[in-house]
């Protein structure tokens, strides 16, 4: 059986990282299956990319379409075209697609509009907030795929109300597996945490990461934003994706200030190294939100709402939309109510992958 997996963002790199190990050790159990990795380039910065694949241990990508960035019509036309000529190419068993990026949606339409089968990893997800772009890719690509790899039992509800539950099989999140399992390595090489300048590691300090168009494109409430971070009392690393360092730049916003401390985007086991010795999490980022849970550490989280609402649980997550509550919600008490196990136990790329033996 041949996969074929369509990946170019950040997150979807991770979630690759765990499907690949799975897929290595369906091998070595006897199954005849074929990779295939086709990076879309939308995430080409060496720290948003290349390090991900060397760090991960994933194989280097067959297929680098490079696409780069554009408006989202451009974007995503420009991966569809490409997409569609490798899969012909390739003519997979399954195309698999994750999350809810342009690279998803591409993907998808590819590959359906071929006839040929596709199954989404990470199905089901709702912000109900339609003014989300993901939220459009996830929807149009919910409906049209042909198996929905639900992560939790909430996801499955969601396809359920919109009709699609003989194609779901909730599997668990895959990237709790790989979150899990890098957390453990992390904890035994202090060499992979990497703070920014002025954050003390044996002191009390805050990760923080702010990415999304919502928060970042609006001048005015960037600055509320930044001016929350830097009033807090408790040393902020202030993990900067380019949209950010880009937009606080045209806004005239300095960064690094009061409580901020700056540094570039960690590699995936730095930052999961950052996040678990630290007393909690800000962030605007739904696969942040997850890992600081499965971690056991407190979130708070610059929206108004949230796919993974399991992390709303007991305060271990809390959604907030002003440079006030962001304050307050920050600065609360360490959480002490346990936690269940919403994600799964760290085999979800291992059920994944079956279900595609299981409906191939």
């Given at each position: 059986?041949?996969?074929?997996?369509?990946?170019?963002?950040?997150?979807?790199f991770v979630k690759l990282a765990a499907i690949s190990r799975a897929i290595a050790?369906?091998?070595?159990?006897?199954?005849?299956?074929?990779?295939?990795?086709?990076?879309?380039?939308?995430?080409?910065?060496?720290?948003?990319?290349?390090?991900?694949?060397?760090?991960?241990?994933?194989?280097?990508?067959?297929?680098?379409?490079?696409?780069?960035?554009?408006?989202?019509?451009?974007?995503?036309?420009?991966?569809?075209?490409?997409?569609?000529?490798?899969?012909?190419?390739?003519?997979?068993?399954?195309?698999?697609?994750?999350?809810?990026?342009?690279?998803?949606?591409?993907?998808?339409?590819?590959?359906?509009?071929?006839?040929?089968?596709?199954?989404?990893?990470?199905?089901?997800?709702?912000?109900?907030?339609?003014?989300?772009?993901?939220?459009?890719?996830?929807?149009?690509?919910?409906?049209?795929?042909?198996?929905?790899?639900?992560?939790?039992?909430?996801?499955?509800?969601?396809?359920?109300?919109?009709?699609?539950?003989?194609?779901?099989?909730?599997?668990?999140?895959?990237?709790?597996?790989?979150?899990?399992?890098?957390?453990?390595?992390?904890?035994?090489?202090?060499?992979?945490?990497?703070?920014?300048?002025?954050?003390?590691?044996?002191?009390?300090?805050?990760?923080?990461?702010?990415?999304?168009?919502?928060?970042?494109?609006?001048?005015?409430?960037?600055?509320r934003i930044i001016d929350g971070l830097q009033a807090l009392k408790t040393p902020?690393?202030?993990?900067?994706?380019?949209?950010?360092?880009?937009?606080?730049?045209?806004?005239?916003?300095?960064?690094?200030?009061?409580?901020?401390?700056?540094?570039?985007?960690?590699?995936?086991?730095?930052?999961?190294?950052?996040?678990?010795?630290?007393?909690?999490?800000?962030?605007?980022?739904?696969?942040?939100?997850?890992?600081?849970?499965?971690?056991?550490?407190?979130?708070?989280?610059?929206?108004?709402?949230?796919?993974?609402?399991?992390?709303?649980?007991?305060?271990?997550?809390?959604?907030?939309?002003?440079?006030?509550?962001?304050?307050?919600a920050a600065s609360r008490p360490f959480p002490t109510a346990p936690q269940g196990?919403?994600?799964?136990?760290?085999?979800?790329?291992?059920?994944?992958?079956?279900?595609?033996?299981?409906?191939?």
């Amino acid at each position: 059986m041949k996969i074929l997996s369509v990946v170019g963002a950040r997150p979807q790199f991770v979630k690759l990282a765990a499907i690949s190990r799975a897929i290595a050790r369906k091998r070595e159990a006897g199954e005849d299956l074929e990779h295939v990795i086709v990076h879309t380039g939308q995430h080409y910065d060496a720290g948003m990319s290349d390090v991900f694949f060397n760090d991960l241990q994933i194989p280097e990508a067959d297929f680098n379409l490079a696409i780069g960035s554009a408006q989202h019509g451009a974007q995503t036309g420009r991966m569809l075209e490409r997409l569609e000529e490798v899969i012909l190419e390739q003519r997979p068993d399954w195309t698999l697609v994750y999350g809810d990026t342009n690279s998803t949606l591409a993907g998808t339409l590819a590959a359906v509009k071929q006839h040929l089968p596709v199954a989404h990893l990470e199905a089901g997800l709702r912000s109900f907030n339609r003014k989300m772009p993901e939220e459009i890719n996830r929807i149009v690509t919910d409906h049209a795929a042909d198996l929905l790899l639900a992560p939790t039992e909430v996801a499955a509800s969601h396809l359920d109300n919109e009709g699609l539950s003989r194609r779901t099989v909730v599997t668990g999140d895959v990237m709790a597996d790989i979150c899990l399992t890098v957390a453990d390595a992390a904890r035994n090489d202090p060499a992979s945490l990497k703070l920014p300048g002025g954050i003390d590691p044996e002191s009390p300090y805050l990760v923080a990461t702010i990415h999304r168009a919502e928060n970042t494109d609006d001048p005015n409430k960037l600055r509320r934003i930044i001016d929350g971070l830097q009033a807090l009392k408790t040393p902020v690393a202030l993990f900067a994706h380019p949209r950010l360092v880009d937009r606080a730049s045209k806004a005239g916003l300095e960064l690094q200030s009061g409580m901020v401390k700056l540094s570039p985007p960690a590699p995936y086991p730095g930052l999961i190294a950052a996040v678990q010795r630290s007393v909690g999490v800000i962030t605007d980022s739904g696969g942040l939100q997850k890992e600081s849970f499965l971690l056991q550490i407190p979130c708070t989280t610059v929206r108004s709402e949230t796919e993974w609402v399991e992390t709303l649980q007991d305060d271990w997550n809390i959604l907030v939309s002003d440079s006030d509550s962001l304050i307050s919600a920050a600065s609360r008490p360490f959480p002490t109510a346990p936690q269940g196990v919403p994600y799964g136990r760290g085999d979800a790329s291992e059920k994944a992958i079956q279900a595609l033996l299981d409906f191939s």
